[in-house]
């Protein structure tokens, strides 16, 4: 054999070891009897940054930290809705998630979008996938605890009805965190991680990491709100603080929200009472929703098992 087939063969075997080493497989974590990889860590973290560009503000640690608590909150919801019934998509809902997703990174259209996945090594499937997820246990949520709403209708038309008397109402833009506690956790550590978060990468960025309610999914953002909305606690939370500020962990039930303001104004009142209540109730509605969401998963997570190695 030449001395130049030697090397080359040298060469082809270097190459190959070198390829396989770095591809190798091995288990990260294990939910119930369900394996998550390195592999599925790495897809997970292309696509949180392919989805939030702001995440490569956050250290190595922390991006592999998010992507497995990622992967096992996901993992948790699909064998509690599986249960059930079978996730299926629907495609209008996901169109149109799908479209707010990619506006609100600055990509004007479907075909650019799946072009700018491409970039991360992931492609508009893993992305319906994963909002189908989401978007089933919206669903089963909402078929299991609907029955259990309870709306004070006249205490609300009480408040629209006062409302309705003030030529100027105070309305709030507000984001929020809710987060809950593992068993492992005090109250105080994980707010400071919150707070180093939002230091770090912001509010809208942190929510995505840290929240357990849907609406995680606009950087926490719950929309415009009159003051009067809001429980007396909250309010009395929320006027101490200018725009741009967020409040300390207020309890819930089943867990802790964290408020922050993004604009407020004083607003000329010509308010049609009968669209007014309809919002109050859908505002309450989903309020309560959102509560029985994060108890259930709560329940849900101290049952599962969960191995990480």
């Given at each position: 054999?030449?001395?130049?087939?030697?090397?080359?063969?040298?060469?082809?075997?270097?190459?190959?070891?070198?390829?396989?080493?770095?591809?190798?497989?091995?288990?990260?974590?294990?939910?119930?009897?369900?394996?998550?990889?390195?592999?599925?860590?790495?897809?997970?973290?292309?696509?949180?940054?392919?989805?939030?560009?702001?995440l490569?503000?956050?250290?190595?640690?922390?991006?592999?930290?998010?992507?497995?608590?990622?992967?096992?909150?996901?993992?948790?919801?699909?064998?509690?809705?599986?249960?059930?019934?079978e996730?299926?998509?629907?495609?209008i809902?996901?169109?149109k998630?799908?479209?707010?997703?990619?506006s609100?990174?600055?990509?004007?259209?479907?075909?650019?979008?799946?072009?700018?996945?491409?970039?991360?090594?992931?492609?508009?499937d893993?992305?319906?996938?994963?909002?189908s997820?989401?978007?089933?246990?919206?669903?089963?949520?909402?078929?299991?605890?609907?029955?259990l709403?309870?709306?004070?209708?006249?205490?609300?038309?009480?408040?629209?009805?006062?409302?309705?008397?003030k030529?100027?109402?105070?309305?709030?833009?507000?984001?929020?965190i809710?987060?809950?506690?593992?068993d492992?956790?005090?109250?105080?550590?994980?707010?400071?991680?919150?707070?180093?978060?939002?230091?770090?990468?912001?509010?809208?960025?942190?929510?995505?990491?840290?929240?357990?309610?849907?609406?995680?999914?606009?950087?926490?953002?719950?929309?415009w709100?009159?003051?009067?909305?809001?429980?007396?606690?909250?309010?009395?939370?929320?006027?101490?603080?200018?725009?741009?500020e967020?409040?300390?962990?207020?309890?819930?039930?089943g867990?802790?929200?964290?408020?922050?303001?993004?604009?407020?104004?004083?607003?000329?009142?010509?308010?049609?009472?009968?669209?007014?209540?309809?919002?109050?109730?859908?505002?309450?509605?989903?309020?309560?929703?959102?509560?029985?969401?994060?108890?259930?998963?709560?329940?849900?997570?101290?049952?599962?098992?969960?191995?990480?190695?």
């Amino acid at each position: 054999m030449s001395k130049k087939l030697v090397i080359y063969f040298t060469l082809v075997f270097l190459i190959f070891n070198f390829k396989s080493a770095n591809s190798k497989i091995f288990i990260k974590a294990k939910v119930n009897n369900q394996i998550i990889t390195n592999i599925d860590v790495k897809n997970e973290k292309n696509y949180l940054l392919a989805l939030n560009p702001n995440l490569r503000n956050l250290s190595e640690k922390d991006i592999n930290r998010y992507a497995i608590d990622s992967i096992i909150n996901e993992k948790i919801k699909k064998i509690e809705i599986e249960k059930r019934y079978e996730i299926t998509v629907n495609e209008i809902v996901i169109k149109k998630i799908i479209s707010d997703l990619y506006s609100k990174i600055g990509i004007s259209d479907i075909e650019a979008f799946k072009n700018y996945l491409l970039n991360y090594n992931i492609n508009l499937d893993l992305v319906k996938k994963k909002i189908s997820i989401e978007v089933a246990w919206n669903d089963y949520i909402v078929n299991k605890f609907n029955n259990l709403i309870l709306i004070d209708e006249e205490k609300i038309r009480k408040k629209v009805d006062k409302l309705s008397e003030k030529n100027f109402v105070e309305n709030i833009l507000l984001s929020e965190i809710i987060f809950t506690l593992k068993d492992n956790e005090n109250l105080e550590n994980k707010f400071l991680d919150i707070k180093n978060s939002i230091n770090n990468i912001g509010f809208e960025q942190t929510a995505k990491i840290y929240s357990v309610s849907e609406s995680k999914k606009n950087g926490g953002e719950i929309g415009w709100v009159y003051k009067s909305q809001l429980s007396d606690k909250i309010a009395s939370k929320i006027d101490k603080l200018n725009i741009g500020e967020f409040t300390n962990p207020i309890t819930t039930p089943g867990g802790f929200i964290v408020l922050k303001i993004l604009d407020k104004k004083e607003q000329l009142l010509e308010i049609d009472k009968n669209e007014q209540f309809k919002k109050a109730v859908n505002f309450e509605k989903n309020r309560q929703l959102t509560k029985y969401s994060t108890l259930h998963y709560k329940r849900v997570f101290n049952k599962t098992i969960i191995n990480e190695f």
